[in-house]
């Protein structure tokens, strides 16, 4: 078994990398709304599974792409998989804010605690599940395949998929587009301003549903971008995908230390590597427990996640 | 609402104690005779009315109320309560397939099997502040689920079958179909989760659980060893929990991995939430309604999920401390404790 | 040195960067009333969230009755003997004043969650004298009409003597009064001053941290000043108040000195 594992260390390593990739730009859309309202994004989830069926909407019925169709290449290939990355985003995106609009914003200005959102968010990641489920018959839905998932070199052994490749490339750049807006725009400072002490930035004049609408958007686009490298990776997805990536995604903000964006990355990484390694020990069917756990291992050694703030500690 | 509550309050309150015992036995004999006033319009298009009345209701009010003791008494976000509900299952399930031991035999074994697991989960997981309780437990839920879906001994998907009735007591029967004694048997269980919440509430642990939850630092200088009792909590509602699960298992005398899902941790919690955290009655009028509802709307069959999802939010935009929440009134003045 | 019931010796606390409390060394002395004061951000709450175990001390030792509290759970700091009230009120909102007051003494409950359930005698017992000695607290600092009400909706300057009483009510043999009349009017102060008294007076020592010079040096038995994490005095009241150095600290923030 061990020898096994070395001979496809590489290749498990690369698919272990793309998934955490993928992890990392949903847990963006926990971690980032939790920095801001230090509240769990429960419906962030179902945000997750519109973008998968908005990419497969994409491949499927915009570029007509069936089971049978022939693979795209070059250019048309990067048309249809900017198309589809946009689309996701964006539908992603606009859920997520509506999503805060509907569920949230009024308990928040009632100051309603923690619990009454988290009930309002579970009820809405219902609806959009329960309606997903509803329109695909509870089934998992195929997406058409749109590129051949060529081996486009090799790293010792293993060969370099294609997918993987764009998933971790494009996961990059966004990421880093993502820093440069938190770092740099005004808009992202803000952003800042109210993670790090809300009260003192809505004395700074800070519009807080505005940078909270923004934060939303930010996440949302993040986790939209994940379901379309969610389609590219696996080629399916089901209306209970939400729920099995979104909890994985939170472990791994979590793992990170939530509310910090880093934290969603490192936290992303590490996971994404150790659940690909633990499913070939242990088959997939023992993955979620797995990944819980490495959580409750890592929070009883270190309280604050692995690069967080502290979580246990508060000030009196 | 609110009037009612308080109005509800204030008889109680005006009430001796002969007045009291009245006034409670009278609600007990009316939840007793509740199977007996069904008709056939409360029937449900799935199960007639007394089979809903014993689950998911009364099985639904139980579990909801050793729910509210961690959430509603104490604050502590549980997303995983199902665990304890499974474990005590399948307590039932495997003892009872594999031994001689009957129901009431296994029950106060169920009881401390979820006890035990609340201990073993809450000592780590009690440390760490709320929202990582809330995923810790959620994950918990989920790995009973998955260890009870992989598991040879525990049948796999398949689950257990078989699993014997109650014996009688005292001469009453329990058969498969008795929905009527099931109810009673589940209201006397519900009856002493009541008693055991409002005993604990009025003394020294339910302040220390009512500190904790509006302001844990404080709590715990001021000398509330704050640990212990949300342990203690913790490890109360998973006996109510546990104690529901050995007795659903007795009732529908098979189970399987299927019973015990994320969902079923989140309808009691939106149970709780719903009816108005640590308000016992607000939380069984939660239960009562929610527990109903999805089997009530079947005909709206596939949809149902869904409409009561959008129940939820409209439900917590307009009321979000629930339908009947927490007391918030006052005592008069002038009474003095001197 | 011997009836000292707390000291710190060369307590030093810092948050990253921050050094919010620099080599600091002063000892509170049986009985007295202790007056602790200091510009804004000088470290007089870092001072009682180190006392009480909220933060752990990056270097130096805290002894109280001749024990180290090193290590010690913030709950048994509080059964050993040592109560605050908040700078910023944090009582329990949605509880009677009077639970406030009963939850604080049950520090001292031998019985607890089980023997409360089963409605033990001793269980009884005590409810019935804590009950009692919460009601004596609140009539002790003067507020015994609002036992019934809510915490939360009681006036602010009641809210204020609350915390004093349930800090009384863990029966603690150090009392740390964190700004107690911050907001309150003149003569309301009056009536403080003399509660304060009065709380010395019965028995217990007084750390007071307090923003009003006039108060402070009306009532404390002597006075340390913190500046910048640094003790910068310590002395009788009328010394203290004729300190070049704490003339210095004050100057440029008049209103901390009127
Ligand atoms: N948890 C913390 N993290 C970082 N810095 C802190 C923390 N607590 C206190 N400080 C810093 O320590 C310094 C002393 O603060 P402290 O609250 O003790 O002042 P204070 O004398 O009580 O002031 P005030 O009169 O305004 O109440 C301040 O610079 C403050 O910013
Ligand atoms: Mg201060």
Same mark, same amino acid.
């Given at each position: ?42 419906a ?12 497969i ?83 998992p ?34 990421l ?10 005004r ?6 301003a ?17 940078v ?27 209306f ?48 979620a ?9 890592v ?18 | ?8 309050a ?70 995983g ?6 474990i ?13 031991l009957?129901?009431w ?23 760490l ?33 078989n699993i ?8 009453v ?9 099931y109810y ?10 009541i008693?055991?919440?409002r ?13 904790i939850?509006?302001d844990?630092?404080?709590a ?37 991995p ?81 | ?7 710190l ?50 270097s ?28 910023n009120?944090?009582l ?31 269980s ?16 002790f600092?003067?507020i015994?009409?609002y036992?019934?009400r809510?915490?939360? !909706? ?7 003597r609350?915390?004093?009483? @349930? ?11 964190d ?58 009241? !009328?010394?203290?108040? !004729?300190?070049? @150095? ?13």
């Open positions: 078994m061990f020898g096994n594992f070395l001979d496809q260390f590489w290749s498990l390593t690369f698919g272990g990398l793309s998934l955490g990739f993928i992890y990392i730009l949903i847990a963006l859309g926990y971690t980032m709304v939790y920095g801001v309202l230090r509240m769990i994004n429960f962030n989830s179902e945000v997750f599974m519109v973008g998968t069926f908005a990419t909407i994409i491949i499927r019925d915009v570029f007509k792409f069936t089971q049978t169709s022939e693979y795209a290449t070059g250019p048309r290939l990067w048309l249809i998989l900017g198309t589809a990355l946009i689309a996701s985003m964006l539908v992603s995106g606009i859920l997520s804010v509506l999503i805060e609009l509907v569920a949230y914003r009024r308990l928040r200005r009632m100051n309603s605690g923690i619990l009454a959102p988290l009930i309002s968010a579970i009820g809405v990641s219902m609806v959009l599940a329960e309606s997903m489920r509803i329109m695909t018959d509870s089934r839905v195929a997406s058409p395949r749109a590129m051949e998932k060529s081996f486009i070199g090799k790293f010792f052994d293993a060969d370099i998929r294609l997918d993987n490749t764009i998933i971790i490339v494009a996961a990059i750049i966004l880093a587009i993502l820093m440069a807006f938190v770092n740099k725009t808009l992202g400072k803000a952003i800042r109210v993670s790090m002490n809300g009260n003192a930035a809505k004395l700074m004049g800070i519009n807080i549903d505005g909270v609408s923004i934060t939303f958007l930010v996440g949302g686009l993040m986790t939209g971008a994940a379901g379309f490298f969610y389609v590219l990776k696996y080629e399916n997805s089901s209970s995908i939400g729920f099995e990536l979104g909890i994985a995604a939170f472990t791994a903000a979590i793992l990170g230390g939530i509310g910090n964006i880093k934290g969603a990355f490192y936290g992303g990484l590490v996971l994404g590597l150790l659940e690909t390694y633990a499913s070939f020990f242990l088959g997939t069917q023992w993955k427990v797995t990944v819980f756990v490495i959580l409750v291992l929070l009883y050694t270190r309280p604050n996640g692995l690069f967080g703030e502290a979580m246990t500690q508060s000030r009196a | 609402m609110i009037n009612l509550r308080d109005k509800g204030d008889i109680w309150e005006r009430s001796n104690r002969i007045e009291r015992t009245f006034i409670a036995l009278g609600f007990i004999a009316l939840a007793a005779s509740l199977p007996f006033f069904g008709g056939t319009f409360l029937n449900t298009p799935i199960a007639d009315y007394e089979s809903v009345l014993v689950y998911p209701i009364a099985m639904f009010v139980l579990m909801a109320i050793g729910l509210n003791i961690v959430i509603g008494k104490s604050g502590l976000l549980d997303l309560y199902v665990a304890f509900f499974a005590g299952a399948y307590t039932m399930g495997l003892l009872g397939t594999r031994t001689s009957n129901t035999e296994i029950l106060p074994i169920g009881i401390a099997m979820a006890m035990f697991s609340g201990v073993i989960l809450g000592v780590p997981a009690l440390k502040r709320g929202d990582y309780l809330a995923i810790i437990t959620l994950g918990f839920g989920e790995i009973v689920r998955i260890v009870a879906l992989n598991l040879g001994t525990l049948g796999r998907s398949e689950g257990i079958l014997p009735t109650p014996p009688s007591v005292f001469g029967e329990y058969s498969f179909d008795s929905h009527r004694i009673w048997t589940l209201l006397i269980l519900i009856l002493f989760a008693w055991m919440v005993r604990l509430s009025v003394r020294r642990a339910g302040r220390a659980w009512e500190s939850r509006q844990e630092d404080a715990e200088l001021m000398g509330v060893p704050t640990f212990k009792y949300k342990v203690w909590a913790f490890v109360l509602g998973a006996s109510v929990g546990g104690a529901a699960g050995v007795f659903y298992a007795s009732k529908t005398l098979f189970i399987a299927d019973n015990f899902t994320l969902q079923i941790s989140i309808l009691i919690l939106a149970c709780v939430v719903f009816g108005g955290m640590g308000n016992i009655w607000g939380v069984i009028l939660g239960a009562v309604i929610l527990g109903y509802l999805p089997d009530r709307i079947r005909f709206l069959s596939d949809a149902r999920l869904l409409v009561f999802g959008l129940v939820l939010v409209i439900m917590m935009n307009l009321r979000p401390d629930g339908l009947l929440p927490r007391k918030k009134r006052e005592k008069p003045l002038p009474k003095q404790v001197q | 040195m011997s009836n000292s019931i707390i000291s010796k060369n307590v030093t606390m810092k948050f990253g960067g921050v050094t919010a409390l620099n080599d600091v060394t002063f000892d509170v002395k049986q009985g007295e009333i202790l007056g602790l004061i200091g510009p804004n951000g000088a470290g007089k709450t870092t001072v009682f969230n180190v006392i009480t175990g909220v933060y752990q001390i990056t130096g030792a805290i002894d109280f009755d001749g024990k180290s509290l090193s290590g010690t759970k913030r709950y048994k700091i509080t059964k050993r003997g040592i109560a605050r009230t908040f700078q009120i944090r329990w909102g949605d509880m009677t004043a009077l639970e406030n007051v009963v939850t604080a003494t049950d520090t001292h409950k031998k019985s607890g969650l089980l023997s409360g359930l089963f409605g033990m005698p001793i009884r017992k005590e409810e019935k004298r804590d009950k009692a000695r919460a009601q004596e607290l609140l009539d600092i003067g015994g009409e036992a019934d809510l915490a939360r !909706n009681l006036p602010y300057g009641v809210q204020r609350l915390e004093i009483a @349930r800090a009384l009510g863990t029966n603690p043999k150090l009392v740390l009064l700004e107690p009349a911050a907001g309150f009017n003149p003569s309301e102060k009056v009536e403080l001053a003399a509660t304060i008294r009065k709380i010395r007076d019965a028995g217990y020592t007084v750390l007071l941290i307090e923003h009003d010079m006039s108060l402070v040096m009306k009532v404390s038995d002597r006075v340390v000043v913190l500046d910048f994490g640094q003790k910068i005095a310590d002395d009788v009241p !009328n010394k203290v108040q !004729n300190d070049p @150095r704490v003339i210095e600290a004050y100057l440029g923030v008049p209103e901390d000195a009127s």
